[in-house]
């Protein structure tokens, strides 16, 4: 019995290909950007717990100080005082146009060395000099081939730009061989050495969960992205849940039939219910599959955004992992299970003869539309709520997440208003039906369309945020990088003869040095820079306070970054530890695409404090059409590698190119969510397919031909997705006034001004038509060629 | 003569027989015709084709002297948008708009709105109260009154009714179809009515009778 | 004392790194960990040279390898019996000393306390040139860490202060020796095999000892005896040679004993130093000294011999030596058994036992 009920339903599949091919491929892609979202937030997580496990000491209490340098008789001390401790010292270096970061360890005490994928290393090779570099092949591939560095042993599970080395080679490399980073605090201690707090009252014990790792500093970013994620899932659900309603209606008389015939409810119902586990497996693998195309796509952009905006460590290559299927296939399940609720439910409620008489759509539209309006706006106001409640982030995302919802729920009330007014003002008779026609229409297109604004807004949303955000990124590079070249010499001993060199030869010599300290409990530089108009004239502060030059050159006061600022809440007029040196700060600067804090100082100032830091970098102030001929006499006069001197515009291109990869995978998911969306129109256009025949019929009759019906059809659509795109402008605007305004403060620690881009508005809405008339071209096609026996049928149809 | 059918054959595709192979019949200016028949004889084929609704395979049909097989697709639109009018058995009101909207509708659609005459129809259907409401909140009676009214708005020269009375109970019924006849004679319209009611079909000028192809 | 330990400086380090380098070299021809290897570029023992004391004390950095080792027997006040071993062993990657974290200097210190039914161990490492650990002369100063062998009186090494901590046991002793240091084999140049292999070794045998021990059951008050072992060389075992079992024993007749075997293919080499009570020396050669296993213990799957019989029939010597504890497994980085034994048979006493290669 259940077998012949069973090929029965199918076989509405086999007469409907394109309606099977739609709800899988709904599914298909509901799952496919939900999955590439998790795979590119697993991967990164992968490559973060991989990294901290590498570099172990991440799980250990660890030793430091708020200078970031501890001496290394301070080590030998507490050594000989019985703590058990491994020292590691870290820091950047600079090759060519590659940055290294270094990680030097006691390999004699440090808990865990990296694998090397089974290739030996003997204790003389690492522990003499040269000594060996330990990195994964990305780094490799990204250094400098004449770089100056220890032969090079593959670890393939270290992060990208990092390099683990002994202690001895890090310290040679560095040139910083008395000093230390920070002290790891070894599991077995002996019995009864003296408290910590007594022998070493200078060094801070930090458990390993006050350390700002990756994974913390990334947090907001992986939150955007499964927002994102969640928003395409939800508008791929709209089209699932389209099909799936279609095909029950369709199959209604035949469900009819089966149950008259003797099939017990139960048992349709759990056919029914099998049939949409069986489609929900297979576009749920489809799915997973096309998530993983999509993610192997866009994951290295992400692995360039993390390490550009975050400093983050995540590798280019996508794995597989077993939690991720699954994760896949559940969410394509619960989505079909959301999708076909409504269905399953009105099955299991469904009176065995067919109900006469129509539904009451005006009423129980304008009713539904009114309290869905109802609780939009109280969605609304809940978020806006939230946004005060809650902490950080998280209030953000609630405030968005109410916005949008809310603005969707209301979105068939506004609309339905909107088309009553315009239906009050036509007088032409085939306009007064379009409008009439198409609030008629408005319930069963109501779910798609919500899905096209939450689209758009985001599109406007998202766009009006990276544009407003490169506006400002590249005049705020234009203010930063004032020197006409960047120079960096191999050591203090070139960077002196350089910068006698290049005295008598260049408007101005500006040192860039920095010392490493610890800020905010994170690794931090701190900048020493010249007296020079160059700064004064140019540097780009939010916030400042009156002199503020003259007193940081006298070492009054210093400026920190704006991330600085929002995350410590300092501002001018208060007080910073800068490690050993409390220092009112002067003034904010914005700093785009740090993620570290940041200081900068007067360099005699810092000199004072710091008189070992390396003097190898330069900003050279010239005459821009000199600029060329001063790089090459230098290169020449002191044998520079290509990667020693970049002018400006190379510096330029290079963060511009930084930032536009930054923001492609948000751009990528944005397309694809609009694509879902007007997707989602065309599924509910065929859905409505057979509901709509009885509306057109009799117009046709009434002396209408198809042709002229079949360009109404895509008018209607044009102009549903046209008003909606109107009604997604202030939304998508609002939502960018969230994103700049709290979530980018939240996120990156910056604020950033906003603009607007009419423009940009413009092409979204001829894109929105663009969507609404694809969506509708495929019905419209279907009623030109439909032959008049299909509509007549109408007229002598029991419906 | 105003409708004139001769020897008009029609199969539909696919199917082997023919619903007919060579019916002819006319019908005067202003004449009321009542065609009978069993179910599936044709009769609502018979009554689409000279609607210009459907297309025939042979023969000719004219209205008023125009020969339907020279109208394209455009043609038989415009034909039907303004000398020819239908009543369907289902109604077939557009749920989308209110009773007024209903009524001008179809003369509106041909640029044949005269207001006068559309609120003599409304006053003399008795649907003045209705003017606002939507076809759905109506009775079937009420819905059939509005279909009479649009349908004959635009005065059409022929209106074509299939079963106007069949989804409706026998007072009802009776009721519309005295209040349609009333209409149409007092506007000289034509009209062909399909029926298998014979008490129905007794009241018009004339009754033919289709079976298998023929009419008597 | 023996050729021991001495390379496994060369896989001390941590797993990832070091466990390969031990496989590798435990089943090459290269003899147990590797101490066959050649000694280009540092020093080698020659025949002939005298001891320059106390600057002999001091690191040797010109050669690979080199120990301070000390073994105690030791009992508390109620006769309970332990045993405590102090090591600091230096390996050198070049023959060179080198400064801060570029010496090439490596430190390994073993502590251990074994009692009958209990076996405590701790290790340490840590390079030369940064403060951490290191040896000096005069006065004379060991140490790693927190542990340390420091000398208490101006008098060379006759009297130390000797402490190490683990973290489930602690130890502080006062050492104190009246007899002369004994130089094994020839004026101390010490043969390791038939094809020449040697070390400089020598030893103080006869340190009384008082102090502390310190377990997680208390402190204890203890006393005994404590032998010191000097040893270095830059390349002590011989191709072939897969281990050794070495034996200090104190008879209570006031004579002392110091003997080894390294086991070889080719066959065993044997060879041992006879103290008489006043502190005089005598070299026993290669074949005079019997050591023949009698029982094994099962230590995680390792069959390792904790009774023996040793004969030395020149000196009417045939007793059975038996572990205080058969488990005193070292389980450090290179691993092997070191513990207090008994003895009796023709002598009675006590002494240390040292196995490797098992």
Same mark, same amino acid.
């Given at each position: 019995?259940?077998? %012949?009920? =069973?090929?029965?339903?199918?076989?509405?599949?086999?007469?409907?290909?394109?309606?099977?091919?739609?709800?899988?491929?709904? *599914?298909?892609?509901?799952?496919?950007?939900?999955?590439?979202?998790?795979?590119?937030?697993?991967?990164?997580?992968?490559?973060?717990?991989?990294?901290?496990?590498?570099?172990?000491?991440?799980?250990?209490?660890?030793?430091?100080?708020?200078? +970031?340098?501890?001496?290394?008789?301070?080590?030998?001390?507490?050594?000989?005082?019985?703590?058990?401790?491994?020292?590691? #010292?870290?820091?950047?270096?600079?090759?060519?146009?590659?940055?290294?970061? !270094?990680?030097?360890?006691?390999?004699?005490?440090?808990?865990?060395?990296?694998?090397?994928?089974?290739?030996?290393?003997?204790?003389?090779?690492?522990?003499?000099?040269?000594?060996?570099?330990?990195?994964?092949?990305?780094?490799?591939?990204?250094?400098?081939?004449?770089?100056?560095?220890?032969?090079?042993?593959?670890?393939?599970?270290?992060?990208?730009? %990092?390099?683990?080395?002994?202690?001895?080679?890090?310290?040679?490399?560095?040139?910083?061989?008395?000093?230390?980073?920070?002290?790891?605090?070894?599991?077995?201690?002996?019995?009864?050495?003296?408290?910590?707090?007594?022998?070493?009252?200078?060094?801070?014990?930090?458990?390993?969960?006050?350390?700002?790792?990756?994974?913390?500093?990334?947090?907001?970013?992986?939150?955007?992205?499964?927002?994102?994620?969640?928003?395409?899932?939800?508008?791929?659900?709209?089209?699932?849940?389209?099909?799936?309603?279609?095909?029950?209606?369709?199959?209604?008389?035949?469900?009819?039939? *089966?149950?008259?015939?003797?099939?017990?409810?139960?048992?349709?119902?759990?056919?029914?219910?099998?049939?949409?586990?069986?489609?929900?497996?297979?576009?749920? /693998? #489809?799915?997973?599959?096309?998530?993983?195309?999509?993610?192997?796509?866009?994951?290295?952009?992400?692995?360039?955004?993390?390490?550009?905006?975050?400093?983050?460590?995540?590798?280019?290559?996508?794995?597989?992992?077993?939690?991720?299927?699954?994760?896949?296939?559940?969410?394509?399940?619960?989505? /079909?299970?959301?999708?076909?609720?409504?269905?399953?439910?009105?099955?299991?409620?469904?009176?065995?003869?067919?109900?006469?008489?129509?539904?009451?759509?005006?009423?129980?539209?304008?009713?539904?539309?009114?309290?869905?309006?109802?609780?939009?706006?109280?969605?609304?106001?809940?978020?806006?709520?939230?946004?005060?409640?809650?902490?950080?982030?998280?209030?953000?995302?609630?405030?968005?997440?109410?916005?949008?919802?809310?603005?969707?729920?209301?979105?068939?009330?506004?609309?339905?208003?909107?088309?009553?007014?315009?239906?009050? %003002?036509?007088?032409?008779?085939?306009?007064?039906?379009?409008?009439?026609?198409?609030?008629?229409?408005?319930?069963?297109?109501? #779910?798609? *369309?919500?899905?096209?604004?939450?689209?758009?807004?985001?599109?406007?949303?998202?766009?009006?945020?990276?544009?407003?955000?490169?506006?400002? =990124?590249? +005049?705020?590079?234009?203010?930063?990088?004032?020197?006409?070249?960047?120079?960096?010499?191999?050591?203090?001993?070139? +960077?002196?003869?350089?910068?006698?060199?290049?005295?008598?030869?260049?408007?101005?010599?500006?040192?860039?040095?920095?010392?490493?300290?610890?800020?905010?409990?994170?690794?931090?530089?701190?900048?020493?820079?010249?007296?020079?108009?160059?700064?004064?004239?140019?540097?780009?502060?939010?916030?400042?306070?009156?002199?503020?030059?003259?007193?940081?050159?006298?070492?009054?006061?210093?400026?920190?970054?704006?991330?600085?600022?929002?995350?410590?809440?300092?501002?001018?007029?208060?007080?910073?530890?800068?490690?050993?040196?409390?220092?009112?700060?002067?003034?904010?600067?914005?700093?785009?695409?740090?993620?570290?804090?940041?200081?900068?100082?007067?360099?005699?100032?810092?000199?004072?404090?710091?008189?070992?830091?390396?003097?190898?970098?330069?900003?050279?102030?010239?005459?821009?059409?000199?600029?060329?001929?001063?790089?090459?006499?230098?290169?020449?006069?002191?044998?520079?590698?290509?990667?020693?001197?970049?002018?400006?515009?190379?510096?330029?291109?290079?963060?511009?190119?930084?930032?536009?990869?930054?923001?492609?995978?948000?751009?990528?998911?944005?397309?694809? %969510?609009? +694509?879902?969306?007007? =997707?989602?129109?065309?599924?509910?256009? !065929?859905?409505?397919?057979?509901?709509?025949?009885?509306?057109?019929?009799?117009?046709?009759?009434?002396?209408?031909?198809?042709?002229?019906?079949?360009?109404?059809?895509?008018?209607?659509?044009?102009?549903?997705?046209? !008003?909606?795109?109107?009604?997604?402008?202030?939304?998508?605007?609002?939502?960018?006034?969230?994103?700049?305004?709290?979530?980018?403060?939240?996120?990156?620690?910056?604020?950033?001004?906003?603009?607007?881009?009419?423009?940009?508005?413009?092409?979204?809405?001829?894109?929105?038509?663009?969507?609404?008339?694809?969506?509708?071209?495929?019905?419209?096609?279907?009623?030109?060629?439909?032959?008049?026996?299909?509509?007549?049928?109408?007229?002598?149809?029991?419906? | 003569?105003?409708?004139?059918?001769?020897?008009?054959?029609?199969?539909?595709?696919?199917?082997?027989?023919?619903?007919?192979?060579?019916?002819?019949?006319?019908?005067?200016?202003?004449?009321?015709?009542?065609?009978?028949?069993?179910?599936?004889?044709?009769?609502?084929?018979?009554?689409?084709?000279?609607?210009?609704?459907?297309?025939?395979?042979?023969?000719?049909?004219?209205?008023?002297?125009?020969?339907?097989?020279?109208?394209?697709?455009?043609?038989?639109?415009?034909?039907?948008?303004?000398?020819?009018?239908?009543?369907?058995?289902?109604?077939?009101?557009?749920?989308?708009?209110?009773?007024?909207?209903?009524?001008?509708?179809?003369?509106?659609?041909?640029?044949?709105?005269?207001?006068?005459?559309?609120?003599?129809?409304?006053?003399?259907?008795?649907?003045?109260?209705?003017?606002?409401?939507?076809?759905?909140?109506?009775?079937?009676?009420?819905?059939?009154?509005?279909?009479?009214?649009?349908?004959?708005?635009?005065?059409?020269?022929?209106?074509?009714?299939?079963?106007?009375?069949?989804?409706?109970?026998?007072?009802?019924?009776?009721?519309?179809?005295?209040?349609?006849?009333?209409?149409?004679?007092?506007?000289?319209?034509?009209?062909?009515?399909?029926?298998?009611?014979?008490?129905?079909?007794?009241?018009?000028?004339?009754?033919?009778?289709?079976?298998?192809?023929?009419?008597? | 004392?023996?050729?021991?330990?001495?390379?496994?400086?060369?896989?001390?380090?941590?797993?990832?790194?070091?466990?390969?380098?031990?496989?590798?070299?435990?089943?090459?021809?290269?003899?147990?960990?590797?101490?066959?290897?050649?000694?280009?570029?540092?020093?080698?023992?020659?025949?002939?040279?005298?001891?320059?004391?106390?600057?002999?004390?001091?690191?040797?950095?010109?050669?690979?390898?080199?120990?301070?080792?000390?073994?105690?027997?030791?009992?508390?006040?109620?006769?309970?019996? $332990?045993?405590?071993?102090?090591?600091?062993?230096?390996?050198?990657?070049?023959?060179?000393?080198?400064?801060?974290?570029?010496?090439?200097?490596? &430190?390994?210190?073993?502590?251990?306390?074994?009692?009958?039914?209990?076996? $405590?161990?701790?290790?340490?490492?840590?390079?030369?040139?940064?403060?951490?650990?290191?040896?000096?002369?005069?006065?004379?100063?060991?140490?790693?860490?927190?542990?340390?062998?420091?000398?208490?009186?101006?008098?060379?090494?006759?009297?130390?202060?000797?402490?190490?901590?683990?973290?489930?046991?602690?130890?502080?002793? @006062?050492?104190?020796?009246? @007899?002369?240091?004994?130089?094994?084999?020839?004026?101390?140049?010490?043969?390791?095999?038939?094809?020449?292999?040697?070390? $400089?070794?020598?030893?103080?045998?006869? $340190?009384?000892?008082?102090?502390?021990?310190?377990?997680?059951?208390?402190?204890?008050?203890?006393?005994?005896?404590?032998?010191?072992?000097?040893?270095?060389?830059?390349?002590?075992?011989?191709?072939?040679?897969?281990?050794?079992?070495?034996?200090?024993?104190?008879?209570?007749?006031?004579?002392?004993?110091?003997?080894?075997?390294?086991?070889?293919?080719?066959?065993?080499?044997?060879?041992?130093?006879?103290?008489?009570?006043?502190?005089?020396?005598?070299?026993?050669?290669?074949?005079?000294? @019997?050591?023949?296993?009698?029982?094994?213990?099962?230590?995680?799957?390792?069959?390792?011999?904790?009774? &023996?019989?040793?004969?030395?029939?020149?000196?009417?010597?045939?007793?059975?030596?038996?572990?205080?504890?058969?488990?005193?497994?070292?389980?450090?980085?290179?691993?092997?058994?070191?513990?207090?034994?008994?003895?009796?048979?023709?002598?009675?006493?006590?002494?240390?036992?040292?196995?490797?290669?098992?």
């Amino acid at each position: 019995m259940n077998r %012949t009920a =069973f090929l029965a339903l199918w076989s509405h599949w086999r007469r409907q290909p394109l309606q099977l091919l739609v709800l899988v491929l709904g *599914l298909s892609l509901a799952t496919g950007l939900w999955s590439a979202v998790q795979a590119i937030n697993g991967q990164a997580r992968a490559s973060y717990a991989s990294a901290a496990a590498q570099l172990a000491g991440n799980q250990l209490d660890r030793l430091t100080t708020p200078s +970031g340098r501890i001496p290394l008789e301070t080590y030998a001390e507490l050594r000989r005082a019985g703590w058990q401790l491994s020292p590691v #010292l870290t820091g950047r270096m600079r090759l060519g146009d590659a940055r290294l970061r !270094l990680i030097g360890v006691d390999v004699l005490s440090y808990p865990v060395i990296p694998s090397t994928g089974g290739r030996e290393i003997a204790p003389d090779e690492i522990l003499t000099p040269p000594g060996r570099l330990l990195a994964s092949a990305e780094t490799r591939d990204d250094l400098p081939e004449d770089a100056d560095l220890p032969p090079l042993v593959l670890a393939p599970d270290l992060p990208p730009g %990092t390099a683990f080395t002994d202690i001895a080679t890090a310290a040679r490399l560095l040139n910083r061989p008395r000093e230390l980073s920070y002290l790891l605090i070894l599991p077995d201690q002996p019995m009864g050495p003296p408290p910590l707090e007594e022998i070493a009252p200078d060094l801070t014990h930090q458990p390993p969960s006050n350390q700002a790792d990756a994974a913390q500093l990334t947090d907001s970013f992986h939150l955007n992205l499964t927002a994102f994620g969640l928003l395409s899932f939800a508008v791929g659900l709209f089209i699932v849940h389209g099909t799936v309603g279609l095909a029950f209606e369709q199959r209604r008389p035949l469900m009819r039939t *089966l149950r008259a015939l003797g099939l017990p409810r139960r048992n349709l119902t759990a056919l029914v219910m099998g049939e949409l586990l069986v489609l929900a497996l297979v576009a749920g /693998t #489809l799915g997973l599959a096309l998530g993983y195309l999509i993610a192997a796509a866009l994951l290295p952009d992400v692995a360039a955004t993390l390490r550009g905006l975050y400093g983050a460590p995540v590798a280019g290559g996508l794995t597989l992992r077993p939690l991720w299927v699954a994760s896949g296939l559940g969410m394509a399940l619960l989505g /079909t299970a959301i999708a076909g609720a409504q269905g399953v439910w009105r099955l299991t409620h469904m009176p065995l003869l067919a109900s006469a008489g129509l539904v009451g759509w005006a009423d129980a539209a304008q009713k539904s539309a009114r309290i869905m309006a109802l609780s939009g706006i109280a969605l609304i106001v809940a978020g806006v709520l939230a946004a005060f409640l809650l902490p950080g982030l998280i209030g953000g995302f609630a405030l968005l997440a109410g916005l949008l919802m809310g603005a969707a729920l209301t979105l068939p009330f506004l609309l339905n208003t909107a088309l009553a007014l315009l239906s009050r %003002t036509s007088r032409a008779p085939a306009s007064v039906w379009i409008w009439a026609d198409l609030r008629a229409q408005l319930p069963g297109l109501s #779910l798609a *369309l919500m899905a096209l604004l939450l689209a758009l807004a985001t599109n406007i949303g998202v766009g009006t945020m990276v544009s407003s955000f490169r506006l400002t =990124f590249t +005049g705020w590079l234009d203010q930063r990088l004032m020197s006409e070249l960047y120079l960096t010499a191999q050591d203090d001993a070139q +960077g002196a003869a350089i910068a006698e060199w290049l005295a008598p030869r260049a408007d101005a010599v500006l040192p860039i040095r920095a010392a490493e300290i610890t800020l905010a409990g994170q690794p931090a530089q701190l900048y020493g820079v010249a007296d020079h108009a160059t700064y004064r004239d140019h540097w780009p502060l939010v916030a400042r306070t009156p002199d503020l030059w003259d007193r940081l050159a006298r070492g009054e006061t210093v400026i920190i970054n704006e991330q600085l600022a929002r995350s410590a809440d300092i501002w001018p007029g208060e007080t910073i530890d800068l490690g050993n040196w409390q220092i009112e700060v002067g003034g904010v600067y914005s700093d785009y695409g740090n993620p570290a804090p940041e200081a900068i100082a007067g360099l005699a100032p810092l000199l004072d404090r710091y008189p070992d830091i390396e003097n190898r970098r330069f900003g050279i102030r010239i005459a821009p059409d000199r600029a060329d001929a001063l790089a090459r006499d230098l290169r020449a006069a002191f044998d520079l590698p290509d990667g020693a001197i970049t002018d400006q515009a190379g510096v330029k291109s290079l963060s511009l190119d930084i930032f536009e990869k930054t923001f492609v995978v948000t751009a990528a998911l944005n397309v694809l %969510t609009l +694509g879902v969306a007007s =997707f989602a129109i065309l599924t509910s256009l !065929l859905t409505l397919w057979n509901k709509r025949l009885p509306h057109l019929a009799p117009v046709w009759a009434l002396g209408m031909t198809r042709a002229r019906l079949a360009r109404l059809e895509v008018l209607r659509s044009v102009a549903l997705a046209g !008003l909606t795109a109107v009604l997604a402008l202030p939304l998508g605007l609002i939502l960018a006034w969230v994103l700049l305004a709290v979530i980018n403060v939240q996120a990156f620690g910056w604020r950033l001004p906003m603009h607007l881009f009419p423009l940009d508005w413009l092409w979204l809405f001829l894109l929105a038509l663009l969507a609404g008339a694809a969506a509708a071209a495929i019905p419209a096609r279907r009623l030109h060629r439909l032959p008049p026996a299909a509509l007549l049928r109408i007229f002598a149809d029991e419906r | 003569m105003l409708l004139e059918i001769s020897e008009v054959a029609k199969t539909y595709p696919k199917a082997k027989q023919p619903v007919f192979s060579d019916i002819s019949l006319s019908l005067a200016k202003g004449e009321t015709l009542a065609l009978t028949g069993e179910s599936g004889s044709g009769k609502s084929t018979l009554l689409h084709l000279a609607g210009a609704l459907d297309q025939f395979d042979r023969g000719e049909i004219t209205l008023a002297g125009e020969p339907y097989s020279r109208l394209d697709d455009k043609g038989r639109a415009a034909l039907r948008r303004t000398r020819v009018a239908m009543v369907f058995q289902q109604f077939n009101l557009i749920p989308s708009m209110t009773v007024a909207q209903n009524l001008a509708f179809h003369a509106r659609l041909g640029d044949r709105f005269d207001a006068a005459w559309v609120d003599e129809l409304t006053n003399r259907l008795g649907l003045e109260p209705q003017v606002d409401k939507f076809p759905e909140h109506l009775s079937g009676g009420q819905q059939q009154r509005v279909a009479i009214g649009r349908a004959l708005a635009p005065r059409p020269d022929l209106l074509l009714a299939d079963e106007p009375t069949g989804n409706l109970d026998e007072a009802t019924g009776d009721a519309v179809l005295a209040l349609m006849l009333d209409l149409v004679r007092a506007s000289g319209t034509a009209l062909f009515m399909v029926t298998h009611s014979p008490r129905i079909a007794a009241q018009m000028d004339r009754q033919l009778h289709l079976s298998a192809g023929r009419l008597q | 004392m023996n050729v021991r330990t001495a390379a496994l400086l060369l896989c001390l380090l941590p797993v990832g790194l070091g466990a390969q380098g031990l496989d590798t070299v435990g089943s090459a021809e290269k003899g147990f960990a590797g101490l066959g290897a050649d000694a280009e570029g540092f020093s080698l023992p020659q025949p002939g040279t005298t001891f320059d004391f106390p600057a002999d004390h001091g690191p040797h950095s010109t050669f690979r390898i080199e120990w301070w080792y000390l073994t105690a027997t030791l009992e508390d006040a109620e006769g309970t019996e $332990y045993g405590v071993q102090w090591t600091l062993f230096r390996s050198a990657m070049r023959p060179e000393r080198g400064e801060g974290w570029d010496t090439p200097q490596i &430190w390994m210190g073993h502590a251990a306390l074994t009692s009958a039914d209990s076996h $405590y161990v701790a290790e340490r490492l840590a390079r030369g040139g940064i403060g951490q650990a290191g040896v000096t002369a005069t006065p004379f100063s060991a140490h790693i860490d927190d542990w340390q062998m420091t000398a208490i009186s101006p008098d060379g090494i006759d009297d130390l202060s000797l402490t190490a901590r683990g973290s489930d046991f602690a130890y502080d002793l @006062t050492l104190n020796a009246d @007899t002369p240091l004994v130089l094994h084999g020839e004026d101390g140049y010490s043969v390791k095999s038939r094809e020449g292999t040697a070390s $400089y070794y020598y030893s103080q045998p006869s $340190y009384v000892v008082t102090g502390t021990l310190t377990t997680p059951d208390g402190p204890v008050e203890v006393t005994g005896n404590g032998w010191l072992d000097r040893e270095w060389s830059s390349q002590p075992l011989s191709a072939g040679q897969s281990g050794w079992d070495w034996l200090s024993l104190s008879f209570d007749s006031g004579a002392r004993m110091m003997g080894f075997r390294l086991r070889d293919e080719a066959g065993d080499f044997t060879s041992a130093t006879w103290i008489a009570p006043d502190g005089s020396a005598q070299p026993i050669p290669d074949g005079a000294l @019997t050591l023949t296993p009698q029982t094994s213990t099962d230590i995680d799957g390792r069959q390792v011999p904790t009774t &023996w019989r040793v004969e030395l029939p020149e000196r009417d010597l045939d007793v059975t030596i038996d572990a205080l504890n058969p488990q005193a497994w070292m389980a450090t980085r290179f691993a092997y058994w070191e513990g207090p034994v008994s003895i009796a048979g023709s002598h009675q006493g006590r002494g240390y036992l040292e196995m490797t290669g098992y």
